[in-house]
């Protein structure tokens, strides 16, 4: 199964647009996911990512799959990924 990712904004550089191949076909929770993304990446992008102290999104991310934003979808970071599904992650905009 491929997953692909695309990190905008401050995400760019360190995540770009990948494709992560999961190895095994079991299925995979988009919460599990973005744990196992956030280990990819080094230093506080990661832990921005993802917080594991509250096993949740950090609050200075966005994340969308498939361009639904994962408060919208049935599930929230319960649902599973699918071969292909696109997972976008960026920081939420600034404004004022």
């Keep these: ?10 995400y760019r ?3 770009g647009q990948r494709e992560i191949e999961q190895c095994d ?12 993304l956030a280990g990819m990446i080094d230093g506080k992008n990661g ?3 993802f917080d594991e102290e509250k096993g949740t999104v950090g609050r ?8 639904c934003h ?3 979808l049935p599930d929230r970071l319960n649902t599973v990924l699918k071969d292909q599904d696109e997972v976008a992650v960026f920081p939420p905009g600034a404004g004022g």
Excluded: C
């Design 1 to 10: 199964m491929i997953i692909k990712v695309k990190g905008y904004l401050t």
């Design 13 to 15: 550089d360190v995540i």
């Design 25 to 36: 076909d079991a299925p995979i929770l988009l919460l599990d996911f973005l744990r196992e």
């Design 47 to 49: 832990r921005a990512l």
């Design 60 to 67: 200075s991310v966005a994340v969308m799959l498939n361009g």
């Design 70 to 72: 994962y408060n919208h």
